[in-house]
């Protein structure tokens, strides 16, 4: 879980941060290497292609293997099917969505979409960085902690509020589902909020300072 959420925030970071330059610089060493002409620019092209390629794979693998269920007593038989099923489904729906981009049905910004996904994503980030504090607790690494009985964990790993009569996530496949994707908790602890909240603590800022370099950019160029 861990990984995977440093993976997928520092992945959306840079995009934010470097995505508005990277298609011009793309452009240009492509049309440069072409311009060469030879058997070495060419594979040159290939293993370019074939590593963004290989790299996004190990992304999605990673984000949809911390994605999936923790109970370790089901990880051994389901690990595979919550990371094939989602695949594929995402797959589906990527084509899909690419089909109606290319054929000019979609006639929203651009810049617009690639926000909103990322905001999205981020919002699967925190709720990664939430479930591996919380496994951390599961495994005592953070103290005595007991899921059902608060007399024999530590403050901090004790339940906060409960709302486990009306939202338990173990019983509703909704709130299991918001658990798996934004680590919803029926009974948060000290741990799993100050994570919540530390997340967005940093991240909140970082998308405020290269939201403003975006607008002092864009500025700049209409008055140059």
Not at 170 to 186: P, W
Request: hydrophobic share 50%; proline share 1%; net charge negative.
């Amino acid at each position: 879980f861990a990984i995977a959420a440093a993976l997928l925030t520092w992945m959306i970071l840079w995009m934010l941060r470097m995505g508005k330059n990277l298609r011009g610089k793309i452009e240009t060493n492509l049309d440069q290497t072409l311009d060469q002409n030879s058997g070495k620019a060419k594979l040159g092209i290939f293993s370019l292609i074939f590593v963004q390629c290989f790299r996004e794979g190990v992304e999605t693998f990673i984000f949809l293997f911390g994605a999936q269920g923790s109970d370790s007593s089901e990880i051994d038989t389901n690990s595979w099917k919550g990371i094939i099923l989602p695949g594929l489904l995402g797959l589906v729906v990527a084509v899909g969505i690419a089909y109606f981009v290319f054929r000019g049905l979609l006639t929203f910004d651009i810049q617009y979409i690639l926000f909103l996904s990322s905001i999205i994503l981020m919002l699967f980030a925190a709720g990664l960085t939430t479930r591996a504090f919380h496994e951390l607790q599961e495994t005592q690494a953070l103290g005595a902690y007991e899921d059902d009985d608060n007399l024999e964990s530590t403050w901090w790993n004790a339940s906060l509020w409960s709302i486990k009569s009306c939202c338990d996530s173990s019983d509703n496949e909704f709130f299991a589902t918001l658990k798996a994707l934004f680590g919803y908790s029926d009974s948060p602890t000290f741990v799993h909020v100050a994570a919540y909240v530390g997340f967005w603590l940093i991240i909140l800022p970082l998308l405020a300072w290269f939201y403003w370099e975006a607008i002092t950019s864009a500025r700049n160029k209409i008055a140059n």
